[in-house]
């Protein structure tokens, strides 16, 4: 899967935590629900189709590094507006669990990685009302899940090649064009839901943004060629 695909990816994954606790809503307008069942599809089938890539050791191991590298990243800010507010608050322990910098995040196995940014997730979740002064909100959120499940997709991805690079390529472009397809719709019909809808309306706008995990900006030397998206704490 390309950088261009793994963010267009990610941006329906995080369409999809923005849908689906509205799908009463939705459910009103015939033609976005119709399409938003079809970007669902989609989106499991691109899953599959990633699973099923052919690629060598060195190239996975290279997606995944870079999708752990991009999850962590999305789950510092989180963890430091947990830590500021467990200081201000006086939560010592909470303090203490959300004191990382961005090479703790990394560090250890792969699925420590995944499971410190899930219990960030977690965490925030929880407590997203009272952290509103912070800056932590619901559709921010999501793209720490999606970011979440898009490495935890590379974690259980298996290690044998299951089908031809070429097929599966040209399959998994498909499966984007027609995703494509479903998002241009809904773009076309989520207007429609304002402003009765409108915080459903931004936060579908929001999570509509393709974030490019490839952009470059200042880092504290992550491990080479990471791309720099972010700085550790």
Not at 10 to 16: H, I, M, R, S, V
Not at 23 to 46: E, M
Request: proline content about 5%; aromatic content about 6%.
């Amino acid at each position: 899967m390309t950088t261009k695909q793994l963010n267009k990816l990610t941006t329906a994954l995080a369409l999809e935590g923005i849908c689906d606790p509205n799908a009463v809503l939705i459910a009103t307008v015939p033609a976005f629900a119709g399409s938003y069942a079809d970007l669902q599809s989609h989106v499991t089938n691109i899953q599959h189709l990633w699973q099923a890539q052919a690629q060598n050791a060195s190239g996975i191991a290279e997606d995944k590094r870079q999708a752990r590298f991009a999850m962590c990243n999305t789950a510092l800010p989180f963890a430091g507006a947990l830590h500021a507010f467990a200081t201000k608050t006086k939560n010592n322990a909470l303090a203490n669990g959300m004191d990382y910098s961005l090479s703790d995040l990394m560090a250890g196995r792969d699925t420590e990685s995944a499971r410190r940014c899930q219990e960030i997730y977690d965490t925030t979740n929880t407590n997203l009302t009272a952290l509103a002064d912070y800056g932590p909100t619901a559709a921010k959120l999501n793209l720490l899940k999606a970011a979440i499940a898009a490495y935890n997709l590379l974690i259980t991805k298996p290690r044998e090649t299951r089908a031809q690079h070429k097929t599966t390529t040209g399959n998994m472009q498909s499966e984007f064009d027609l995703l494509d397809e479903a998002l241009g719709v809904l773009d076309d019909l989520i207007p429609q839901f304002a402003p009765a809808n409108q915080k459903f309306v931004d936060d579908y706008n929001n999570a509509r943004t393709v974030v490019d995990t490839s952009a470059s900006h200042a880092s504290p030397a992550p491990p080479a060629p990471a791309p720099a998206i972010g700085a550790a704490k």
